[in-house]
């Protein structure tokens, strides 16, 4: 046989072989590589740390508003009984306190205020603060889809402001006493992980979504979502349990309105802040294992108050320093009040702030496609005030820190 034709039936049965294994191949390929099983035996160190009306409570009105965790956990006086996943065969037994009195302390890394002690001048002393710039910058801000340009000005890329903005809330920070540490020092990803290694995780994502067939530039996005919206923000979440284990963290994000076609994006006259807390599952969301793993956890480590007690404090402070309005939701299927008598703060079921075993908020600060903060933006950072549009301002990178400073010196330095 020739040389040419003998390779030809190689190559041949070692694709048929190939494809035979294919199967089994994907089947050990973790579908998910940012993850790792649920542990539902580590939830029982919450066994007596919170009382059946407390828990009825948080699902109830802050977690699951919609009722829907009824089908899944049941509540007696003394125990809850929870189903890990539709049809699970065995239920977790959480054992409840008979009254507040009665709790044990929460197992949690975090301190609450009444754990530390300001000092005279230093009123953040004893404070762990991680600060998450949102997004990645740089060069992956095309991708991210934060990233806009109008004519031939210096394009707005939201990763890159904000970590501009982290470094220099955490400079005001630590010279207050507080202990700072950033979930990235550099521009773009922290994970390893890049889109190109998330091919069976996009064919299992399409595969849920319904989807059998899919063009060439759908699989490259979805890769490429994968990748910054959920690989990217395990990773940060496990950094922060893990290594920093912070007392609060704070996820810095500027807004913006819908611009659209990007090559010819539009300014909009629309400027508002809100600040975002973990909430509002639904119960579509709830028939995954993980996310029902997630949510209780989050839950029994009971930083809702916290953090309600935190984005209240840092959002008054924000409409004091820049008369900003609220943005309101509409839909309450994506967002709920979090609490009635401030408009600016909501519930809202994010990735980050439910990964995060820490008291969570997540700061929306002006809409960068406001042609005010548009300019306010173009002029980068200044010492004092300049005149944009008849009014003096400031910079809009130190009007940010200003705000989530003295929010946490009015929350924390009582």
Request: with cysteine; hydrophobic share 35%; charged share 20%.
């Amino acid at each position: 046989m020739c040389d040419h034709k003998f390779n030809f039936m190689m190559n041949f049965f070692s694709c048929v072989a190939y494809l035979l294994l294919l199967p089994a191949l994907l089947a050990t390929t973790p579908k998910e590589p940012w993850t790792s099983p649920p542990r539902w035996a580590s939830l029982e160190r919450y066994n007596d740390t919170i009382t059946a009306t407390e828990l009825e409570k948080l699902l109830q009105t802050v977690y699951v508003p919609d009722g829907s965790w009824k089908s899944w956990i049941t509540i007696t006086p003394h125990a809850a009984f929870i189903e890990p996943y539709p049809g699970a065969a065995q239920r977790l037994q959480l054992s409840l306190a008979p009254s507040s009195d009665a709790c044990k302390k929460v197992p949690r890394y975090w301190k609450t205020p009444q754990e530390r002690s300001p000092l005279p001048g230093k009123p953040l002393a004893g404070l762990n603060i991680a600060l998450d710039p949102g997004h990645l910058g740089g060069a992956w801000s095309k991708m991210e889809e934060r990233w806009f340009r109008i004519g031939k000005t210096p394009p707005v890329e939201e990763g890159t402001m904000t970590f501009f903005e982290a470094q220099l809330i955490a400079n005001r920070l630590r010279n207050l006493g507080a202990t700072v540490q950033l979930t990235k020092n550099h521009l773009g990803p922290t994970t390893p992980l890049r889109p190109s290694q998330l091919h069976q995780a996009t064919i299992d994502e399409f595969h849920e979504e319904g989807r059998t067939t899919w063009t060439h530039r759908q699989f490259q996005m979805m890769e490429e979502i994968l990748f910054y919206r959920t690989a990217e923000i395990h990773y940060r979440a496990q950094r922060v349990n893990q290594e920093l284990k912070p007392d609060l963290v704070i996820c810095l994000h500027f807004d913006a309105e819908e611009w659209g076609n990007p090559k010819h994006p539009q300014l909009i006259d629309s400027n508002r802040l809100h600040i975002l807390i973990s909430g509002n599952f639904n119960g579509s969301e709830l028939k995954k294992e993980d996310d029902r793993y997630i949510m209780l956890r989050k839950l029994l480590g009971q930083v809702h108050y916290e953090e309600v007690g935190i984005a209240d404090a840092v959002s008054k402070a924000f409409e004091a320093t820049t008369t900003l309005p609220p943005f309101t939701y509409h839909n309450p299927t994506k967002a709920r009040p979090a609490l009635a008598e401030n408009p600016y703060l909501w519930n809202r079921n994010l990735l980050a702030s439910r990964l995060m075993e820490a008291p969570v908020i997540f700061c929306e600060a002006y809409s960068m496609n406001d042609p005010l903060v548009f300019q306010r933006i173009q002029l980068g950072d200044y010492d004092g005030k300049r005149l944009i549009h008849g009014k003096k301002v400031p910079s809009i990178y130190r009007e940010y820190a200003k705000a989530v400073t003295q929010g946490l010196v009015n929350y924390f330095g009582k």
